[in-house]
């Protein structure tokens, strides 16, 4: 198997079992060698059909100078499974070293090495759950995802043999690009649910979107827990994120396969804003505009909504929202009617970490 590897990232952090760690920043190093089969990337010379290393590294760190760990066994498990989110990524080996560990004779480097293949609940799952309950919800997760995965792929192709037939003269529009070469393009999608243990629907619906040929998901944003946004009082309370996904799918194709996503988690379409076990909205994409009401783009309402802005900006501090109501999201986001009803729940909830959600 082909290899690729990151060696010497370097961050600080507060992880260690002393008192004094918790509070005081100190380097970690961390190298990771990724078992990822190059072949695909080598003949398309694509970047969605391997792993963006770029990534992994903004992962690591983003790990180290993130929530307290006492031991760098934890440290490593984490980025073992923050890494494997990356489906190109078969089998990861961590190594994470704390040269300035405190031992009080003289030494070198201290460090932990772990190797962990790909398994959907290795990431699905925080390791906190009781094992019982642990695996049954993993050997759930596992076979809902791959009826996901299946039913994904069956409803994609039919759907692009289905309009190549229909669309073969159409003119290319908004990266529907029929005639050219297939394209990668950059999209921003908004997630969320208010029925059911929404936070791992989310979670899982991030692996079905990432596991689509061609799709490869590039930030995951923290996850909120938001008011409902022009619903009757009394609706349940939503949890929201979003994600940015690298894709060589046009936005028609991409909106058709959420759409196949939200029906394998039960998403029922019988009325408009009505209580939903997941959404998934295109909101930007290649900062197109397009007036289609099949395909709105960007999505018309996300400048008026915090469920969708505020964890837009927590991952991309400078997201540009084009169109009618362009602006800075960071400008937009204050104007919101709902700019105080969106709390933010965690950092770190797709690593299966974050507080309990009823
Ligand atoms: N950018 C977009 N993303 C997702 N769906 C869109 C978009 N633009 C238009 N649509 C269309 O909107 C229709 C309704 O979508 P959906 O059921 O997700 O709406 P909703 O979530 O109830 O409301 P809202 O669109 O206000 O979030 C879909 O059938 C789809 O064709
Ligand atoms: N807080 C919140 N409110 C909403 C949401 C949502 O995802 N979050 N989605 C809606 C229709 O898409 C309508 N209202």
Known sequence: MDSIQLTGIRAE???GVLEDEHSTAQPFVVDVVMQVD???????DNITDTVDYGQIANRIVHIIEGEHVDLIETLAQRIANA?????????????????????????????VT??????IESWLLSGQTEPSIASKVSSLAHEQQNATLQSTQRSLSEHISHTAHAEHTERAEYGNERNAEPSMHHAVIALGGNIGNVEQTLRSAIVSIDSIPGNQISGISPLYRTQPWGMPDGTPEFYNAVVQLDTMLDARTLLHTLQTIEATFGRRRDKHWSNRTLDLDII????????????????????QRAFVLAPWLALDPDAQLVGAHSGAVAELLPNTPDAHAVTLVSQSWILGDSAHID
Not at 38 to 44: E, G, H, M, N
């Open 114 to 119: 772990i190797t962990r293949a790909q398994e």
């Open 13 to 15: 952090g507060t992880h």
């Open 83 to 111: 890494i494997l989110q990356s489906h190109a990524v078969q089998q990861v080996t961590v190594t994470v070293h704390k040269p300035q560990a405190p031992i009080t004779v003289p030494f070198d480097d201290v460090s």
């Open 284 to 303: 930007d994409f290649d900062h197109t505009t397009n007036s289609d009401p099949m395909l709105s783009l960007p999505h018309p309402r996300a400048w």
């Open 38 to 44: 190059t072949r695909l990337a080598a003949t398309t």
